[in-house]
């Protein structure tokens, strides 16, 4: 796709190289000392006890849950408006999705919809989603989680770098998941971390990485699996860390840039007044009408600017539609939300004739 405006690429140079280079040579690349450090350089960059770095950011969803002791038959809230793997773990668990739906405006969980979901089936979890790298209400979920003696689980993977009430995203809920996939704000080409305050968790979560194994070796004290982290993929993390704020300070002012000129004519995702720092793995427009949100998509990727429309509701993929969930209601607002949104190009090496090129091809369109 040369000459096109990407929605992203992975931010990665020299210092990545370098760091490679010099771990490769010093002969340890699966899971060591490097992965430590590259956990504790997140754990202080959150402010939060623990971090637990995985594979991917789907066994670290899965993980979330097989600590919590999810299984079949067991009831997790999720919104239907995800990734797919948001719900995949959920069925790997023999579990039973209740989906959601969403607030039109935030694109996030609709609350009042979900303190009527809890006080109806009583749920073990409530996994909720920060889609676009906008937080959820952290607080007023943890509110309703604890009167119905629910878990909140944060899926997290797109806003790591946020900012919530003041705090980083990342310490609010029980367990929050990151991806560390190649188009997230930071990455290690593959990869996954869990953060907690929860010492009992934290544990839990390094027995399920490590195949169950405990404090003695080749002694297993549950079920786990391979999700391990390498050393080759902290020394990359470890780079991408030191350069974070960087990387937010640059996608803000893009994002503000874009905002600008655009005015009152596109509508957005709404950030809401709790959120000081939204990260943007995507920046969300809302359009009118399917129709126009098409048209718009269409003319983008004639004149080479790649678009996305993330995600297509899980309730409505081809193989979950054959698979066992619940919801309250036709779940109306989440396709609705599907069908208007488009996600536009807003990562932070993006120039100002690319942001003028965007956004005059919108405004000309919409």
Partial sequence: MKNWIRMGAPDVGQLEAKEVYEQVLSGWISQGKRTQEFEKKISDFINVNYSIAMSNGTVTLHSTLVSLGISPGDYVVVPSLTYISSVNVIYLCGAIPIYCDVDQETLLLDLEELENILEKYSPKAVMSVDLKGLPCDYDLINQICDVYGAVHIADSAESLGGVYKGSKVGSQAAMHSFSLFANKTITTGEGGLVTTNSERYSTKLKTIRNQGQGDIRYEH?????????????????????????????????????????????????????????????????LFESKKTRDSIMNILEKNNIETRISFPPCHLQPYHKNLESISLNNLDKTVRSFEIMLDIPCHQNINENEIDKITSIILANV
């Fill in 221 to 285: 004290i549950a079920m786990g699996f391979n999700y391990r982290f390498t050393d080759v993929k902290a020394s990359i993390g470890i780079s991408q860390v030191s350069r974070l704020d960087d990387i937010l300070s640059k996608r803000q002012k893009v994002v503000k840039n874009i905002k600008d000129i655009m005015g009152e004519k596109v509508k957005f995702q709404k950030v809401p007044k709790y959120v000081d720092l939204h990260p943007y793995y995507n920046l969300t427009c």
